[in-house]
């Protein structure tokens, strides 16, 4: 309704809305909404039978937080730390608070060192990743790369210019390094 400098009308009464709307107002009254069972405490109700789960048996050492006592009755087991990544977690779980930004920085530094890793052994076997198959690269370039992107409002679009960077970047630098050992190791084995 558009502004008038009349007085507006009186808004209708709860009783006029809850005719004319089927379900208005349940939840002005306890009694008439759906989740006030849910919402009493009744420890009957839940149909567990302990007070506190039985705790699964730790057979490799995990990282816990230095805030709690114990771990969690039930745990992940499918990754356990290893190598310099699981030393890296380790020591953020062991030395910092998870309330401090260097337990989450040291991390996610772990999560890093592992996916290096990750890259080197793959590189080592015979089927090594394939940056442009697994970027969806080629796909883009088969499904209008122009149309979608024009006139759009992609969330991708506004960090497109560092795709080939963030993608390839590592890469390039493998390859640097790489290069600059061989070079290294020639100079050495000349002298």
Do not use: C
């Not at 302990?50 to 490799?60: K, S």
């Not at 709690?68 to 030393?87: D, E, N, W």
């Amino acid at each position: 309704m558009p502004y008038t400098a009349k007085k507006p009308l009186a808004p209708p009464s709860s009783p006029e809305l809850r005719a004319r709307i089927p379900g208005w107002g349940a939840d002005l009254d306890p009694a008439n909404r759906p989740s006030v069972p849910r919402e009493r405490y009744d420890p009957d109700v839940t149909g567990a039978h302990w007070d506190l789960p039985e705790q699964q048996p730790e057979t490799r050492p995990r990282e816990r937080s230095i805030e709690h006592q114990r771990l969690t009755p039930v745990f992940g087991t499918s990754t356990p730390p290893k190598g310099i990544s699981g030393a890296m977690r380790r020591y953020a779980y062991g030395r910092f608070s998870e309330a401090r930004a260097a337990h989450w920085l040291t991390l996610i530094a772990a999560d890093r060192v592992d996916a290096v890793g990750s890259h080197l052994r793959s590189s080592l076997t015979l089927h090594p990743d394939n940056p442009v198959t697994e970027t969806g690269v080629l796909s883009e370039w088969r499904h209008k790369p122009v149309s979608s992107r024009a006139g759009s409002r992609r969330a991708d679009l506004h960090h497109n210019w560092m795709d080939p960077f963030i993608v390839v970047g590592p890469w390039i630098a493998a390859a640097g390094i790489i290069w600059l050992a061989a070079r290294t190791l020639a100079r050495v084995g000349r002298r």
